[in-house]
Structures are given as C-alpha cells and as structure tokens.
C-alpha cells in the first residue's frame, strides 16, 4: 500500500496539472475572443462612417427658363446639361470626403463652391438668351443648392449627370497680384498668408465711356472678393485637411472672379470689341 501511494499520487499530481492547463488554455481562448469582439462603441461608429452622406439638391433652372430662342439653344441646353455634371460632382465630392473638416466643411468646401459654379453657368444661359430677346433676370436665385441629409432629391431639384466639363473654368495662373483690402487681424494674417490675384485693370483695352461705371463697379467687386477671402483665411487657420485652402477658399475664389471678369467684358463688348483672354486672370494663388 505505501509502496502504491506515489503512483497515485503522481497521477493526482499529473491530473490536476492537465486540469489547470485546460483551465488556462479556455482563459487564453475567451481573451483572445473578447479582444476579437468590437463593443457597441466601435460598432456605432462604423455605422456612423459608413452612413450616407445624403444628396445635394439644387433648384431646377429649366423650368423657369422664358422662351429660348432656337439660335441661343445649343448654348442654353450645354449649360443645362453643365449644371447637372456641377451636381454630379458634387455629390461624388460629399461621399469622397465624408468624415473631414469641421462643422461646416460641406457648406464651405462643396456647397459654396457649387453655388459659385452655378452663377457663372446660370448667368451665361441669361445671356445666351439675351442675345436675340430679352435677357431674363432673377434666375441667380437658383443657384443656391442644399443638402438633404435623408438622400432624395427633392421634387424640383436637379440631379446630376456626367459628360460636360466647365469651359469657363480657367487653367492659367499669373504671377500678377492685385491690390485687396485689409483683413481685421494683420499679424494672423501675416501667419497663414495671403491670397494674390492678378491684376484685371492693367489688362483691359480702353473701355467705352458708356460701360465705364459698370466696369469700374465689378473691379471694386473683384478687390472686395479678395479682401473676403483673404479674412476667410484667417478666421479658419487650422480646419479642414491639407487641400482646404484649395477647396474652400481659393476655388470658390475664382469661380467668383470668373463671373465679375465675364462681366466686365460683356460691358466693354457692348460699345465696343468685347476682349477675351481675360479669364486666364481668374485664378489666384496663396503666398506665405
């Protein structure tokens, strides 16, 4: 019998070491499944990522459009058909960015910038049409769009489609720089730049005296843009991501410029050779 006590005993020893390995191995094991389990936190939040970001809708200008005259139509209907390729846009730009910038990225980098696009599309349809009738006033109040948060698209909105590209974006830059009011902050100012536009006076022809007050009205309005823009600069130091200053500020900037520039030359072309070229002027840049 004592002789047999160590045999038992070692076996005792030998199973309760299996059992606590066991024990063990079933710890190891539940750990490793709790660390693979998202909590209700994490899962909220993908869920939130991955929500959709709605869809911009955007007042429809066709229908309020007068009669178009057949020679303005190919005109008018390729600047229909831009308007609906700005939304598009627009909205692949709401889902690319889905999660940047602040509060009010979408306003300043995807709304602002569509309404600005828009004037300038909305504003050549008027004057197509104003070639050979009346031109039609008021239609600027479309341009402003919306975004719904819930994805339709509204009864009256636009909807976008692909194909059409904004000729009357430019893609020259100056080096030029043009005068612009002040901004409330000098030295914050002098720490995150400012915004240099070529300057569009030195570069007209003579300009008939009849559209000389019109003329001299959108230049003020030009310098007015930049002083907007340059205490946009200041007032929004540190939002958004690396191409906010492009996407925010800059860009909205020179759809604006290309509309007053447009204008302009429309006034002088009224009396007189209506220049051209004068869009290349429209693009500014930001220097530290």
Do not use: H, W
């Amino acid at each position: 019998m004592s002789r047999a006590l160590p045999k038992y005993n070692k076996r005792r020893v030998v199973f309760i070491g299996g059992a606590a390995a066991v024990v063990l191995s079933g710890a190891v094991i539940a750990g490793s499944a709790l660390a693979g389990t998202p909590d209700k936190g994490s899962t909220a939040q993908s869920a939130r990522t991955l929500a959709d970001p709605g869809t911009i809708t955007c007042p429809d200008v066709k229908s309020q459009l007068p009669a178009v005259p057949a020679s303005a139509q190919a005109e008018v209907d390729r600047n229909l058909t831009l308007l609906d390729t700005q939304i598009a846009e627009a909205n692949k730009r709401l889902v690319d960015t889905v999660g940047q910038g602040g509060a009010n990225f979408v306003q300043n980098a995807i709304l602002g910038p569509l309404k600005d696009k828009r004037v300038s599309t909305i504003d050549r349809i008027a004057i197509a049409i104003g070639r050979q009738g009346t031109k039609p006033t008021g239609l600027d109040s479309l341009a402003t769009c919306a975004l719904n948060s819930a994805g339709s698209t509204g009864a009256t909105g636009e909807t976008g489609s692909t194909g059409a590209t904004d000729t009357a974006t430019p893609s020259a830059t100056d080096s030029a720089t043009q005068a612009a009011g002040g901004t409330e902050d000098t030295g914050a100012a002098s720490a995150v730049g400012t915004i240099s536009c070529p300057d569009v006076k030195s570069q007209l022809p003579a300009v008939p005296a009849s559209a000389q007050a019109e003329v001299d009205r959108n230049l003020a309005l030009l310098d007015t843009q930049i002083a907007e823009a340059d205490k946009r600069l200041v007032d929004t130091v540190g939002q958004g991501g690396a191409n906010f200053v492009q996407n925010a500020i800059l860009g909205p900037l020179k759809d604006k410029r290309v509309s007053t520039i447009d204008r302009i030359a429309i006034a002088i072309g009224r009396q007189g050779t209506k220049p051209s070229g004068l869009d290349s002027l429209a693009a500014c840049t930001l220097t530290k």
